[in-house]
Each structure stands twice: as structure tokens, then as C-alpha cells.
């Protein structure tokens, strides 16, 4: 891959990748509310599940949605009933009182963050665009496709690292019950919000 197009790629998957969206504003409600280091388990749940869905995009499933747009659809709803039930689960999140090193015990599984991947249409938006962009026809397909799976962890670590960052600042604030509720109720609000990014 040209160095030129690897450059277009690459601000092509930052914009999608920085821009607000369901992964970040669950980085930034588990880094405020867990802490940095806690909630990496999470961001490395949401890479291991961006580098699956590129997989999948690139050597088949991608076709798939092209073809029959009924899975679209289906994808839509299944993504927005779970951003609804993560949301909900943000914005209900019980009070704990941030100290160092005290904080709560159950910081959002590895898995989900894996799993929101395969049901997110943004992330699937970003593969599918990245592939049929900048995926070099022939014998190169393979070693473009490595090169697309390069360019988005690193553009997924980066982001995810400042929206983690962003959270954990804010949890720095949180020390009383009232500032932890308004926070969480509007993180939980945001997360829904991104629903209606996913129907328009």
C-alpha cells in the first residue's frame, strides 16, 4: 500500500474513530467511574472486537450486508436494544465513593466491550468503509487488509486511551453522590443518544 493512501486511510479511521460514538462514551463513563487502569480490560475488549469485525467485513460477512439489506436492519434494531440496556446500566450505576486504589469492584467486562462491536453500526460503517476504500484489488487484498488492521488499532488505541483519559479526569470530580448520579444519568443519556445516530 502506497504511503499516500495508507495516510488517507489512516484520517479516515481517526475521524471515525475519535468522533463520539457508543465505545467512547462507555471508555469515558468506565474511566470516570472505574478509574484508567480498571477499565483497559474494556478497551482492549473494544479493539479485539473492531480487529473481528474488519475480519469479517473483509473476507465475507461485509458482502453480505451489501447484498441483503434486511440484515442491515436487523443489526440496527439488535445494536440499538443494546445500546439501550448499556445505557440504562450507566445511568442506574450505584454510587461508590472514588478513592484510590477503593474503587468499585465490577468495572464492565471484557466481553461486552468484544461483543457491543458486532452490534454496533458505526463500527461496522468504519470497516465496511475502510475496506471498500482503501483494500487494493488482486494479490494485494490480503496485505492491504493487514495494513487497514494496523491503521485502525492504532487509531482505536489512541482514541480509546483519550476518551479513557477524558473519563478518568472527570471521575476525579465525582466525590459526591449527587455529582456521581448527574454524571452517570448523563453518560447513560448520551449512550441512548447514540441510537439515533444509528437510524439516521
Not at 467485513?57 to 440499538?80: E, Q, R
Not at 482503501?134 to 488505541?157: K, Q, T, W
Amino acid at each position: 500500500m502506497e504511503l499516500n493512501l495508507f495516510l488517507s486511510m489512516l484520517g479516515f479511521l481517526w475521524v471515525a474513530a475519535i468522533t463520539p460514538g457508543p465505545n467512547n462514551m462507555l471508555l469515558t463513563a468506565s474511566g470516570a467511574n472505574f478509574g484508567f487502569l480498571r477499565s483497559l480490560w474494556l478497551l482492549i475488549g473494544i479493539m479485539i472486537g473492531m480487529q473481528v469485525m474488519l475480519l469479517l467485513v473483509a473476507f465475507g460477512v461485509g458482502g453480505l450486508l451489501l447484498l441483503y439489506p434486511s440484515l442491515h436492519l436487523i443489526l440496527k434494531i439488535a445494536g440499538s436494544a443494546y445500546l439501550l440496556w448499556l445505557a440504562w446500566k450507566i445511568a442506574t450505576a450505584k454510587y461508590e465513593k472514588l478513592d484510590p486504589g477503593d474503587g468499585p469492584a465490577s468495572p464492565m467486562p471484557f466481553w461486552q466491550g468484544g461483543l457491543l462491536q458486532l452490534v454496533n453500526p458505526k463500527a461496522w460503517l468504519m470497516a465496511l468503509g475502510a475496506v471498500a476504500s482503501f483494500s487494493l484489488a488482486g494479490e494485494a487484498y490480503r496485505a492491504s487488509v493487514i495494513a487497514i488492521s494496523a491503521a485502525m488499532a492504532l487509531v482505536n488505541v489512541v482514541s480509546g486511551v483519550i476518551w479513557l483519559g477524558f473519563g478518568t479526569l472527570i471521575g476525579r470530580i465525582l466525590h459526591s453522590r449527587r455529582a456521581w448520579t448527574i454524571f452517570n444519568v448523563f453518560m447513560g443519556l448520551l449512550t441512548a443518544a447514540c441510537v439515533l445516530l444509528i437510524w439516521h
